[in-house]
């Protein structure tokens, strides 16, 4: 599986660099989603523009990564730049359940806007 992962302090952006999110790739990025949240990344965008196609076990792999994060912070997911990738999205109505933003930068700036939001509420409580 080729992919890179850039750690930031608030945020690490996991860039899947295959053509096909499919039964071969999927348990291999579930290990990888389970090792970062694991490290104690808090909050994870997954950045999919190179990929072109996702089938039922990449929503899966997709499904882990938004259950881990729920506890540590913020997944996001970016890079649905083909149509087919979104269409599946849309038809298995994820688009309703995950946060998904158009690119790493606005993602970016999204966590930082949570994270803001978070200690804001931290002090409050």
Do not use: C
Not at 30 to 58: P, R, T
Request: charged content about 30%; overall charge negative; aromatic content about 8%.
């Amino acid at each position: 599986m080729k992919y890179s992962i850039d750690k930031q302090d608030r945020y690490t952006v996991f860039q899947l660099q295959e053509e096909m999110l499919n039964s071969l790739i999927a348990p291999d990025l579930k290990s990888e989603f389970v090792i970062l949240s694991n490290e104690g990344v808090k909050n994870l965008i997954l950045d999919l523009s190179a990929v072109k196609y996702v089938d039922s076990s990449g929503l899966s792999a997709i499904l882990t990564a938004d259950r881990l994060w729920k506890a540590l912070g913020s997944f996001i997911l970016t890079g649905l730049e083909h149509p087919s990738v979104e269409k599946l999205i849309k038809i298995s109505r994820l688009d309703s359940r995950l946060t998904i933003i158009p690119t790493v930068s606005e993602s970016i700036d999204f966590i930082f806007m949570e994270e803001i939001e978070r200690e804001l509420n931290d002090e409050e409580g």
